[in-house]
C-alpha cells in the first residue's frame, strides 16, 4: 500500500517540473492621457492598455476604445472619452465628452 502523501509528493514535483521555471516577462505598453473635468477643473489620469483595451472598429482595419473616467472629488462627473488607433496600434483620433485633454 502506497501512502497518499508519497503519491501527492510525487504528482506536485511532476506538475512543478511541467509549469515550472520563471514565467516570462512580457513588457505592458500604455497609453496613458490627461482630461480635465468640466465641471470642477480635477485633472484625471487615463490609461488604455495596448494589449487588452483594444477592440476591433467595424471595418476591420483598426481600433477603438472607449473610457469613461470619474475623479476622485465629490463631482462625480462623467467623462467619456474615445480613442481610435491605427491596425499599428497608433493613435489616429481622440474626442472627449464632459472634459478636455490636458497636453
Request: hydrophobic share 35%; with cysteine; aromatic share 10%.
Amino acid at each position: 500500500m502506497i501512502a497518499w502523501s508519497i503519491v501527492r509528493k510525487e504528482t506536485m514535483g511532476f506538475l512543478k517540473n511541467l509549469f515550472g521555471g520563471s514565467p516570462a516577462q512580457h513588457e505592458k505598453h500604455y497609453y496613458v492621457y490627461q482630461v480635465k473635468c468640466n465641471r470642477c477643473g480635477e485633472i484625471i489620469e487615463g490609461r488604455v492598455d495596448m494589449d487588452n483595451d483594444l477592440s476591433w472598429n467595424d471595418e476591420g482595419d483598426g481600433y477603438l476604445v472607449r473610457k469613461t473616467l470619474i475623479g476622485g472629488n465629490l463631482c462625480f462627473q462623467q467623462i467619456e472619452v474615445e480613442m481610435t488607433f491605427s491596425s499599428q496600434r497608433e493613435l489616429i483620433e481622440k474626442t472627449i465628452t464632459g472634459g478636455k485633454f490636458v497636453e
